[in-house]
């Protein structure tokens, strides 16, 4: 092989190499690539990371009105005490006079 040929064989692989690098790069694996060299996550994992997160919200949603439900409970139990106390001192009082 001629010295010419082979520095158009050679000139030829690195422009190929080049190309199909750009298009890897510029590509959602390319994409992907930057991210975890960037020390971001995978579009997968933000969104089970999203989904989860959603699932946490949604919990303490429910536990929020499972709280606020037993904290009108206990508003309720404590005027039933405080009426049952406040009708025994009446009749302690009435029975006093």
Do not use: K, W
Not at 6 to 22: E, K, M, Q, V, W
Not at 59 to 72: F, G, H, K, N, P
Not at 75 to 94: C, H, N, W, Y
């Amino acid at each position: 092989m001629s010295p010419e040929a082979a520095a158009i064989a050679i000139f030829s692989l690195a422009t190929l190499g080049a190309a199909t690098l750009l298009l890897v790069l510029r590509s959602p694996v390319g994409r992907a690539l930057a991210r975890r060299i960037e020390g971001g996550h995978a579009e997968g994992a933000d969104t089970e990371r999203v989904e989860l997160l959603e699932r946490r919200v949604h919990d303490l949603e429910a536990v929020q009105l499972r709280m606020a439900e037993l904290e009108d409970r206990v508003d309720f139990t404590e005027r039933l005490l405080s009426r049952g106390r406040d009708a025994e001192q009446a009749e302690s009082s009435r029975s006093l006079h």
